[in-house]
């Protein structure tokens, strides 16, 4: 799934400082199962929000709604009634979803309240790890269901850096495997490590000609 | 003129190279003061790659200054700041110039550096970048375009003997021999074992292929534990952190480089390996006194 960060309080507050009435639009999907922009987090945004306005003596009134997935028009466009009701809207969608509803309306400035870091799964509870790099080009076969082109902090092909830290940790950060050992250890327990000693060319870069735009054929 | 460094590893029994740590500036004048010290004394000279991921005056400017100073300079080539069509115009524009050694590298991580929010490019890596110079060595770019007028390099390499796990390095070395280079130089070697077991390792892939040790001297057990926690691929054993540890005050450096030529030595008379690559970062000028002690002047 899509994983997001909520931005700096100091800085959604200096984005919503023009205005006085906002909706603030979270989304039912990916972001909510983060704990970054579902149901909840757009309750608790808003009153945020709200009360370090009226802190400074400077009231802002929140209309809140959460669509289940803010990167489908259709579902966005619930919210129309709401939109034409604010100055500017907050949303905490990824970045897809604030895109689809600046597009949606156009007269209206759409504020992203997240960071959208990558594409990744929960490891424990609360905490989140990258795991495809959306390259378009899938290397998955041949490394034992293990991505080395974003789990690998340089995106090697052919094997680890000789930064690798003992213990098989990354060169940039001792609490991250270095997914070559990762590799390693998942192909030899398959009894599949010859993928490892093939060589892989140079990676085409334009697998997906950016920006991508893919037309799916329907089953 | 400097013997060109494809005939040195043919001929010589042990083979000594050092470093020129390129100057943070316009300023070369103590880079070519080190050259001047060095050239004559060395089989060659390797000139990093805005090492450690720090932004340098490049490697390749220190290589043409290693040419006109007719010292014979080993061009460094990361893959972290270049993609693959700068890597091959900096490639030819050195061939021209007469710089015809390179050692391919991945490059350290722009996180350990000195621009830390740099976008860090590897389009290739450095097994990939083997191939892409033998490419260029026979006169077609990376697109198979012809060359007017190809190159010649002669092509080392890298390696990390103490890596734990050892396994997924030796694999990945044995993927570097297979795309053919014709030296490796080794990440700083303080332990003999590891070294014996690599070079046994790369043997019995590559019979020709030349190892040279990494050599760093470390001067002091302070410095010795910084390095270990902080230089990617850099393994100091306790028992020679006590040794300096042990060292009077003030007597850090000139312990540093008896350890070093000790190693050196040592490795020279078991033949270890083929000979040895000396890196003393920001202390070029004490690099004499090591070969010295180790009776290599």
Not at chain 1, 68 to 76: F, G, H, I, T
Not at chain 1, 192 to 197: A, E, Q, S, W, Y
Not at chain 2, 174 to 193: C, M, N, P, R, W
Not at chain 2, 253 to 277: M, P, T
Request: proline share 4%.
């Amino acid at each position: 799934m899509i994983i997001a960060e909520r931005k700096p309080m100091e800085e959604i507050k200096q984005a919503m400082a023009p205005y006085k009435k906002v909706l603030v639009a979270g989304c039912g999907t990916c972001v909510a199962v983060c704990w970054a922009g579902g149901e909840k987090e757009v309750e608790i945004l808003a009153s945020q929000l709200r009360l370090a306005r009226s802190a400074e003596g400077n009231e802002i009134v929140t209309l809140e709604a959460t669509v289940e997935r803010q990167c489908e028009k259709e579902m966005v466009e619930e919210l129309k009634d709401k939109v034409a009701e604010v100055e500017a809207v907050l949303s905490l969608a990824c970045g897809s979803g604030v895109q689809t509803m600046a597009e949606l309306f156009e007269d209206k400035p759409v504020f992203p309240a997240v960071n959208t870091t990558f594409i990744g799964m929960p490891e424990k509870e609360g905490l989140w790890v990258e795991m495809c790099g959306a390259c378009g080009d899938c290397f998955l076969d041949r490394t034992g269901g293990i991505c080395p082109i974003v789990r690998c902090a340089k995106g090697l092909l052919n094997g680890p850096c000789g930064g690798t830290r003992r213990g098989g940790k990354c060169e940039i950060d001792p609490e991250k495997d270095c997914a070559w050992v990762l590799i390693y250890r998942r192909l030899e327990k398959q009894g599949r490590l010859d993928l490892m000693r093939e060589y892989y060319s140079p990676r085409n870069f334009r697998a997906v000609k950016r920006p991508g735009r893919v037309q799916a054929v329907k089953a | 003129m400097a013997t060109p460094f494809r005939e040195i590893l043919k001929t010589k029994d042990f083979v000594v190279t050092a470093e020129v740590g390129p100057v943070k500036g316009s300023n070369v004048s103590k880079a070519i003061e080190h050259i001047e010290l060095l050239k004559d004394k060395v089989d060659g000279l390797n000139v990093t790659d805005n090492q450690s991921s720090v932004m340098r005056y490049p490697s390749l400017g220190i290589c043409l200054l290693i040419k006109e100073h007719d010292g014979e300079p080993v061009f460094q080539v990361t893959c972290r700041d270049r993609n693959r069509l700068a890597i091959q115009a900096d490639l030819l524009f050195a061939y021209s110039r007469g710089v015809s050694n390179v050692l391919c590298l991945t490059g350290d991580s722009i996180d350990v550096g000195d621009h830390k929010e740099a976008k860090q490019v590897f389009d290739l890596d450095s097994v990939q970048l083997i191939h892409l110079v033998h490419t260029l060595n026979s006169g077609k770019d990376m697109a198979g375009n012809e060359l007017d007028g190809g190159i010649d390099f002669c092509i080392g390499t890298t390696a990390t003997p103490s890596a734990d796990p050892l396994e997924p390095q030796l694999i990945k070395v044995e993927k570097k021999l297979k795309a053919g280079v014709s030296f490796i130089q080794t990440q700083a070697v303080y332990e003999l074992d590891e070294l014996k077991r690599f070079t046994e390792f790369v043997r019995n892939i590559d019979e020709k292929v030349k190892i040279l040790a990494g050599i760093v001297p470390v001067i002091g057990a302070k410095m010795a534990a910084y390095m270990n926690e902080n230089v990617p691929g850099i393994f100091i054993p306790q028992h020679l952190i006590d040794e300096l540890a042990q060292a009077p005050k003030g007597t850090g450096v000139s312990k540093g480089i008896e350890i070093a030529a000790r190693v050196i030595k040592q490795i020279k008379e078991e033949k270890v390996c083929d000979g040895v690559h000396i890196m003393f970062i920001g202390r070029e000028e004490r690099v004499p006194e090591i070969l010295e002690a180790a009776g290599l002047l």
